[in-house]
């Protein structure tokens, strides 16, 4: 087939619709472009529940070997399993995944040896190169010995894994609601509960890369609104939602309220701290609340800001040798899990945490949520630059206010502060405003949203 690979390789992984977009002859040439550009001798793979990832995932893997790889293929698995295989085998891995996007795609999140990123600018945009040249010019050089396609079970060593890295031994019994989305969480929880004090009520548990239920991304509020209900109804201690590929992990509290990543990402971030001997780094993008930082620093660490999106994530916790990173989109990542990410984890944190303890957890995470938030809030617009010059115009020179750079426009005073980036895939500016209190952060929401959607002023309280 001929692909158009500008619109499948994304900046971080591979996606698109199958067979529109890709099929099983494209995924064998990233399976042997994948080998060529790591000079990978082993590799690993794994695969979602989608129908068609154990197809594609065998098509990457006979490509990989007939350019002399050994393959362990590990099957269904979330890809935090994968990222734990990867770094307890050191071998580059790829995990067949389209997250929560709908059945008809799928696509492929890639790693070098240890979990590290394969994104545009550390193997991805070579392998997508080698892969137009190969669609053009035939199959690529094979090697004269072919290398041999293996199966191995890694579930029960990943749940290990992780238990190893959270005392769960002294903590109270827990009644916790998980909904998994007909995702991978389904095949990973039960094995990583087993054995703990925990009453575990299931929801959509059956693998269904279909997902009938509802889209497994737990961050658009009304695919929680089932878990929220359950968990109110069941009288539970929480309740946790899973993405599709289970590498993300949204919580709910006893009350049936959603807790913000932010507060997560600082509850998860004192109790690293404190693993470590109170001292540590810490890294955040700049969409998380400014709890965050408040919190490391009262913890003994050191916050560092960067950049919305994974690879940057990962870059910084690599040059600083961070113990953990937390984003706003329920990704925390874990010096102790290769620097990747792990959904999974960090609700073991939240368990322990909470089952160390009387409180319930809205009052446990009372202390790491302390100001008011908007969430992230979409506007189509015609001219991205010129609306965030005028947001920039409005803003930037009244007194106390500072601006900054780094991702869009950040705009910060003494009570709020926002930030105003550009979506890179479309006509999109994503606004997240947060202040001391919830009219202060509205007025400057509605104030922001005025000046993004000139046209529509009656809308800019609307999301």
């Excluded at 010096?335 to 959904?343: I, L, Q, S, V």
């Amino acid at each position: 087939m001929t692909a158009d690979l500008s619109q499948l390789v994304k900046a971080y992984d591979v996606r698109g619709v199958v067979p529109d977009q890709w099929d099983e002859a494209l995924a064998e040439r990233f399976g042997a472009a994948f080998v060529e550009v790591t000079a990978a001798a082993a590799i690993v793979i794994g695969h979602d529940m989608r129908p068609t990832s154990p197809a594609l995932s065998g098509a990457f893997a006979r490509g990989a070997a007939a350019c002399g790889a050994d393959v362990t293929m590990i099957g269904l698995c979330s890809t935090d399993q994968l990222y734990y295989a990867s770094g307890a085998m050191d071998l580059p891995g790829a995990m067949f995944t389209a997250s929560h996007n709908p059945a008809q795609y799928n696509g492929i999140k890639m790693c070098r040896a240890g979990a590290a990123p394969v994104g545009q600018d550390t193997g991805l945009a070579e392998i997508r190169t080698l892969v137009e040249e190969w669609s053009t010019t035939g199959a690529p050089q094979l090697t004269a010995t072919p290398g041999t396609i293996t199966e191995r079970d890694t579930l029960t060593d990943y749940a290990a894994y992780l238990l190893s890295l959270v005392d769960l031994s002294a903590i109270r019994p827990l009644k916790v609601v998980v909904d998994a989305g007909n995702g991978m969480g389904g095949h990973t929880v039960p094995t990583v509960f087993a054995g703990l004090p925990v009453d575990l009520v299931p929801m959509y548990f059956e693998l269904d890369g279909t997902f009938p239920n509802h889209e497994a991304n737990p961050l658009d509020p009304k695919n929680i609104v089932d878990l929220q209900a359950r968990v109110v109804a069941e009288g539970a201690d929480l309740g946790l939602a899973f993405d599709g590929d289970a590498d993300r992990c949204f919580v709910v509290d006893e009350r049936g309220e959603g807790v913000s990543p932010s507060a997560i990402t600082a509850l998860v971030a004192a109790r690293e701290l404190a693993r470590n001997g109170g001292s540590g780094t810490v890294i955040h993008n700049l969409i998380t609340s400014h709890s965050v930082p408040e919190v490391v620093r009262e913890n003994g660490g050191t916050p560092v800001r960067t950049r919305v999106g994974h690879s940057f994530i990962k870059a910084e916790m690599a040059a600083h040798g961070a113990i953990f990173g937390g984003e706003h989109s329920a990704h925390y990542y874990f010096r102790d899990f290769w620097n990747a990410d792990t959904g999974m984890l960090a609700a073991l944190h939240v368990l322990a945490a909470l089952g160390g303890g009387p409180a319930p957890l809205s009052t446990l995470v009372s202390q790491y949520d302390r100001y008011a938030g908007s969430g992230e809030i979409n506007s189509t617009v015609d001219d991205q630059p010129a609306r965030t010059a005028d947001v920039r115009a409005a803003f930037a020179h009244r007194e106390g206010v500072t601006t900054d750079d780094l991702d869009g426009l950040t705009v910060t005073a003494p009570d709020w502060w926002f930030n105003l980036r550009a979506s890179n895939t479309e006509p999109l500016l994503r606004l997240n405003v947060e202040a001391r209190d919830e009219a202060t952060m509205k007025a400057v929401r509605d104030e922001a949203l005025t000046l993004i959607r000139p046209s529509h002023p009656a809308s800019a309280a609307t999301p």
